[in-house]
């Protein structure tokens, strides 16, 4: 299992790929001035430059002198190539204008152009219908953590390592639109049909058949110290106390945000409500070390640190699989392992879990 660690401006531009994909931040809308943003994320002005200027050449954002840097119309457009359909055809141009300089043709260069697409689709075409193995090469894993996920990680180790990279339910989904990951651990809710995925996979995949496996329901809550010392008992209580959030894009802070607006609470006046983790073990650990007093985490994290617990909702953790992998060796090996009953009793031996739906699968013609 692998998470490697992430260059600064890369992780900057994929919070706001995210908050771009999830409809946060719609086309017209302006990001945080340079300045701003690298106050926020306490780096030098230069790293937000270069994380704007990575969006930009995909598309999705446009700077204008004066006008500061918003999203693009259509920036996640299907009929848009790469989300950068606009920054493509830049490129192409500037590669034409490059050959130009440098006494070609316009007919040559198109000619290069035309070469190097045909050596580029043979490539392709030679990879293309090559499915992860059940044995060998690892299966690409790229969402939310889960604890049920590391029992299947470990279950599967033997007969099919997974390289996992827990990067929030909304960078799994995106790691699969541009083909970064097989698989994605999602449980992202929507605040239209109070549903879990579906919204956002069709969002986010569109045309593409995919499979929702369930790994389990769980249990969202507030971690706390033992015996809760403070009385916390819901999210009116969190404005007073110290706390710790999930990072952007996760579906745990996708709830707790809207779940805030809802209730007319203004996350400035949580403290620590900008520092966020990665994994709700680490969360849990926070609280632990008295690091905060409260985080927002799943009961089965909890549990294992000896910590309180305030339950605060029930939600489904999907694993989303691109039909293209569930119909492989590896998917189907993934879905036997769930659907096994040493699996589900795994699973509920954790605690916070209800494995009842475990197992079962929706295909989505996203």
């Given at each position: 299992?692998?998470?490697?660690?992430?260059?600064?401006?890369?992780?900057?531009?994929?919070?706001?790929?995210?908050?771009?994909?999830?409809?946060?931040?719609?086309?017209?809308?302006?990001?945080?001035?340079?300045?701003?943003?690298?106050?926020?994320?306490?780096?030098?002005?230069?790293?937000?430059?270069?994380?704007?200027?990575?969006?930009?050449?995909?598309?999705?954002?446009?700077?204008?002198?004066?006008?500061?840097?918003?999203?693009?119309?259509?920036?996640?457009?299907?009929?848009?190539?790469?989300?950068?359909?606009?920054?493509?055809?830049?490129?192409?141009?500037?590669?034409?204008?490059?050959?130009?300089?440098?006494?070609?043709?316009?007919?040559?260069?198109?000619?290069?152009?035309?070469?190097?697409?045909?050596?580029?689709?043979?490539?392709?075409?030679?990879?293309?219908?090559?499915?992860?193995?059940?044995?060998?090469?690892?299966?690409?894993?790229?969402?939310?953590?889960?604890?049920?996920?590391?029992?299947?990680?470990?279950?599967?180790?033997?007969?099919?390592?997974?390289?996992?990279?827990?990067?929030?339910?909304?960078?799994?989904?995106?790691?699969?639109?541009?083909?970064?990951?097989?698989?994605?651990?999602?449980?992202?809710?929507?605040?239209?049909?109070?549903?879990?995925?579906?919204?956002?996979?069709?969002?986010?995949?569109?045309?593409?058949?995919?499979?929702?496996?369930?790994?389990?329901?769980?249990?969202?809550?507030?971690?706390?110290?033992p015996g809760n010392p403070l009385g916390i008992s819901g999210l009116a209580d969190l404005p007073g106390v110290?706390?710790?959030?999930?990072?952007?894009?996760?579906?745990?802070?996708?709830?707790?945000?809207?779940?805030?607006?809802?209730?007319?609470?203004?996350?400035?006046?949580?403290?620590?409500?900008?520092?966020?983790?990665?994994?709700?073990?680490?969360?849990?650990?926070?609280?632990?070390?008295?690091?905060?007093?409260?985080?927002?985490?799943?009961?089965?994290?909890?549990?294992?640190?000896?910590?309180?617990?305030?339950?605060?909702?029930?939600?489904?953790?999907?694993?989303?699989?691109?039909?293209?992998t569930w119909e492989t060796g590896a998917g189907r090996a993934i879905a036997a392992l769930v659907r096994s009953?040493?699996?589900?009793?795994?699973?509920?031996?954790?605690?916070?879990?209800?494995?009842?739906?475990?197992?079962?699968?929706?295909?989505?013609?996203?």
């Amino acid at each position: 299992m692998e998470d490697r660690p992430t260059p600064l401006y890369q992780e900057l531009a994929e919070t706001f790929r995210r908050r771009i994909a999830s409809g946060e931040l719609a086309a017209g809308d302006r990001l945080p001035p340079v300045r701003t943003a690298a106050a926020e994320w306490k780096c030098d002005p230069g790293t937000v430059a270069r994380a704007y200027a990575l969006l930009a050449g995909e598309g999705l954002v446009l700077g204008r002198r004066g006008g500061g840097t918003r999203v693009m119309p259509g920036a996640m457009d299907p009929a848009r190539p790469g989300w950068g359909w606009a920054a493509l055809v830049d490129r192409a141009e500037a590669f034409l204008l490059e050959a130009a300089a440098s006494g070609h043709s316009t007919e040559q260069a198109e000619s290069a152009l035309a070469v190097a697409a045909a050596r580029w689709d043979d490539v392709r075409r030679s990879r293309v219908s090559q499915p992860p193995s059940p044995r060998g090469a690892a299966l690409r894993f790229a969402g939310s953590h889960d604890l049920a996920l590391e029992v299947l990680i470990r279950t599967a180790s033997e007969t099919l390592p997974i390289e996992a990279r827990f990067v929030g339910s909304l960078g799994g989904l995106m790691a699969l639109a541009r083909d970064e990951a097989d698989v994605a651990g999602s449980h992202l809710w929507d605040e239209t049909t109070g549903d879990y995925n579906i919204a956002f996979v069709r969002r986010l995949l569109p045309g593409r058949p995919v499979v929702l496996l369930t790994l389990a329901h769980r249990t969202l809550g507030l971690i706390v110290a033992p015996g809760n010392p403070l009385g916390i008992s819901g999210l009116a209580d969190l404005p007073g106390v110290r706390f710790v959030n999930r990072q952007r894009g996760s579906g745990t802070r996708v709830w707790l945000d809207a779940h805030l607006r809802d209730a007319g609470i203004d996350s400035s006046r949580i403290e620590g409500y900008d520092r966020e983790e990665r994994t709700h073990i680490a969360i849990a650990r926070a609280v632990e070390r008295g690091h905060a007093d409260a985080g927002l985490g799943i009961g089965a994290a909890a549990a294992a640190s000896g910590l309180g617990f305030v339950p605060l909702t029930r939600e489904r953790y999907d694993l989303v699989f691109p039909a293209a992998t569930w119909e492989t060796g590896a998917g189907r090996a993934i879905a036997a392992l769930v659907r096994s009953g040493a699996f589900g009793a795994a699973v509920e031996g954790l605690g916070g879990y209800d494995p009842s739906e475990t197992g079962t699968d929706r295909l989505i013609q996203a």
